[in-house]
């Protein structure tokens, strides 16, 4: 039994097209990479190291090609790049709806608080729609304490493991 090399993803097809969406009618080196091939590339990525050199080998049962082995190479790097983009843009826009949430928020707090101070004390409505509205105002609050503490984290690590995809040496190996 061979030991496992830290840092490979192996990836073993029939053909350059199962590499590949079928149904991406974008020329091929823009195309994207089939769903449970790029579920397979991450999935190992995520099984090594966080600071091993990931290194990709793809190995094809089919004569060698170095144009293909060349397109094979530009496409993956190129695929893995792009999704390192709109991972950047969404954990961007997560930070703004955070922002604008938040801000939403404080201004909700401060209206319910503001609100639970018209209401006079000392009778049982009284004391439960003051604390009803604390409650409430402080309950507004919670998408941009969820987005600014807990959120963001894993969109910053998918992008992170992206970006180390895209600059990873990629091998391709043909085999009869």
Not at 15 to 22: A, I, P, S
Not at 94 to 120: P, Y
Not at 139 to 158: E, F, Q, S, T
Request: net charge neutral; hydrophobic share 40%.
């Amino acid at each position: 039994m061979t030991t496992p090399v830290p840092g490979l993803i192996e990836l073993r097809l029939n053909n350059v097209g199962q590499l590949f969406n079928t149904m991406d009618p974008s020329p091929f080196h823009e195309r994207d990479l089939d769903h449970d091939a790029e579920e397979f590339i991450l999935s190992w990525a995520r099984e090594h190291e966080k600071d091993s050199d990931l290194r990709i080998r793809i190995v094809l049962r089919q004569p060698a090609d170095a144009e293909s082995a060349r397109l094979v190479r530009e496409s993956i790097q190129h695929y893995f790049g792009y999704r390192a983009r709109i991972a950047r843009r969404d954990l961007g826009e997560l930070f703004r709806e955070g922002r604008t949430s938040l801000l939403i928020g404080l201004l909700f707090l401060a209206a319910t608080l503001v609100l639970r101070d018209l209401i006079n004390p000392g009778y049982r409505l009284g004391d439960f729609l003051r604390e009803g509205l604390t409650i409430c105002g402080w309950v507004g609050l919670w998408k941009p304490i969820d987005i600014h503490l807990y959120r963001w984290w894993p969109l910053r690590a998918h992008g992170r493991l992206l970006t180390r995809l895209s600059g990873c040496p990629i091998e391709v190996v043909f085999e009869a």
